[in-house]
Protein backbone atom coordinates (compact mmCIF):
# COMPACT_ATOMS: atom_id res chain seq x y z
CA UNK A 1 0.00 0.00 0.00
CA UNK A 2 1.06 3.01 -0.88
CA UNK A 3 2.04 5.86 1.82
CA UNK A 4 1.54 10.09 2.32
CA UNK A 5 4.76 11.21 2.39
CA UNK A 6 5.43 14.39 4.55
CA UNK A 7 8.28 17.12 3.39
CA UNK A 8 10.82 18.89 5.76
CA UNK A 9 9.50 21.96 5.37
CA UNK A 10 5.49 20.45 5.83
CA UNK A 11 6.51 18.77 8.83
CA UNK A 12 9.26 21.66 10.02
CA UNK A 13 5.61 24.31 10.08
CA UNK A 14 3.19 21.18 11.56
CA UNK A 15 5.81 21.26 14.87
CA UNK A 16 5.82 25.15 14.87
CA UNK A 17 1.90 25.51 14.60
CA UNK A 18 1.73 22.80 17.36
CA UNK A 19 3.69 24.47 19.19
CA UNK A 20 2.08 28.19 18.11
CA UNK A 21 -1.47 26.83 19.31
CA UNK A 22 -0.31 24.48 22.35
CA UNK A 23 -1.25 21.50 20.80
CA UNK A 24 -0.04 18.21 22.84
CA UNK A 25 3.02 16.90 20.04
CA UNK A 26 1.19 13.60 20.32
CA UNK A 27 -1.72 14.91 18.62
CA UNK A 28 -1.60 13.17 15.30
CA UNK A 29 -2.76 15.12 12.30
CA UNK A 30 -5.78 14.46 10.42
CA UNK A 31 -5.86 14.24 6.40
CA UNK A 32 -8.92 13.83 4.63
CA UNK A 33 -10.50 14.44 1.58
CA UNK A 34 -14.58 16.30 1.63
CA UNK A 35 -16.84 16.96 -1.57
CA UNK A 36 -16.53 20.61 -1.97
CA UNK A 37 -14.12 22.98 -4.27
CA UNK A 38 -13.89 24.11 -7.54
CA UNK A 39 -13.02 20.46 -8.89
CA UNK A 40 -15.11 18.35 -7.22
CA UNK A 41 -12.88 17.23 -3.63
CA UNK A 42 -11.05 19.65 -1.18
CA UNK A 43 -8.36 18.32 1.11
CA UNK A 44 -8.80 18.99 4.85
CA UNK A 45 -5.96 18.88 7.22
CA UNK A 46 -7.10 19.46 11.35
CA UNK A 47 -5.01 18.04 14.72
CA UNK A 48 -7.22 15.03 16.24
CA UNK A 49 -6.80 13.48 19.97
CA UNK A 50 -5.71 9.75 20.21
CA UNK A 51 -8.89 8.51 21.46
CA UNK A 52 -10.20 9.51 17.90
CA UNK A 53 -8.62 6.84 16.05
CA UNK A 54 -11.40 4.67 14.13
CA UNK A 55 -10.57 1.30 13.53
CA UNK A 56 -10.74 2.06 9.78
CA UNK A 57 -8.44 4.67 10.64
CA UNK A 58 -5.09 4.02 8.44
CA UNK A 59 -2.05 5.25 10.67
CA UNK A 60 1.02 7.01 9.08
CA UNK A 61 4.39 8.42 10.37
CA UNK A 62 7.00 10.19 8.04
CA UNK A 63 9.00 12.86 8.93
CA UNK A 64 8.17 12.52 12.58
CA UNK A 65 4.79 13.74 11.93
CA UNK A 66 1.46 11.15 12.91
CA UNK A 67 -0.87 11.25 10.70
CA UNK A 68 -4.77 9.76 10.73
CA UNK A 69 -6.37 9.15 7.55
CA UNK A 70 -9.84 7.39 7.34
CA UNK A 71 -10.17 4.84 4.80
CA UNK A 72 -12.15 6.33 1.79
CA UNK A 73 -9.57 9.23 1.96
CA UNK A 74 -7.08 7.08 1.63
CA UNK A 75 -8.22 5.78 -1.15
CA UNK A 76 -7.89 9.14 -2.83
CA UNK A 77 -4.71 9.94 -1.03
CA UNK A 78 -2.07 7.01 -1.80
CA UNK A 79 0.86 8.14 -2.70
CA UNK A 80 0.59 11.74 -1.98
CA UNK A 81 3.23 14.02 -0.66
CA UNK A 82 2.37 17.05 2.02
CA UNK A 83 4.36 20.06 1.12
CA UNK A 84 4.53 23.50 2.39
CA UNK A 85 5.85 26.68 0.84
CA UNK A 86 6.23 30.54 1.52
CA UNK A 87 7.33 31.88 -1.60
CA UNK A 88 6.17 34.59 -3.98
CA UNK A 89 3.09 31.96 -5.30
CA UNK A 90 1.25 31.45 -2.20
CA UNK A 91 2.04 30.61 1.65
CA UNK A 92 0.64 27.02 2.84
CA UNK A 93 0.29 23.90 2.42
CA UNK A 94 0.61 21.84 -1.06
CA UNK A 95 -0.60 18.58 -1.68
CA UNK A 96 1.43 16.63 -4.74
CA UNK A 97 -1.51 14.30 -5.68
CA UNK A 98 -0.87 11.03 -8.30
CA UNK A 99 -4.10 10.42 -8.10
CA UNK A 100 -5.63 13.28 -9.15
CA UNK A 101 -6.31 13.89 -13.01
CA UNK A 102 -7.27 18.05 -12.81
CA UNK A 103 -6.35 20.36 -10.07
CA UNK A 104 -7.80 23.92 -9.71
CA UNK A 105 -5.56 26.71 -9.82
CA UNK A 106 -5.91 27.32 -5.77
CA UNK A 107 -4.30 23.63 -5.47
CA UNK A 108 -7.34 23.01 -2.56
CA UNK A 109 -9.21 21.10 -4.78
CA UNK A 110 -9.08 18.06 -7.17
CA UNK A 111 -10.71 15.70 -9.13
CA UNK A 112 -9.95 12.13 -10.52
Known amino acids: MSEI ?3 ERAAKRIREI ?3 QSIPE ?3 LRISVKSGGC ?6 LDFDS ?5 QSDEQIEDNGIRMIVDMRSFLYLAGTQLDYTDGLTGQGFHFQNPNAARTCSC ?4 SL
Open 5 to 7: KVS
Open 18 to 20: QSE
Open 26 to 28: DAP
Open 39 to 44: SGLTYD
Open 50 to 54: KDKIG
Open 107 to 110: GESF
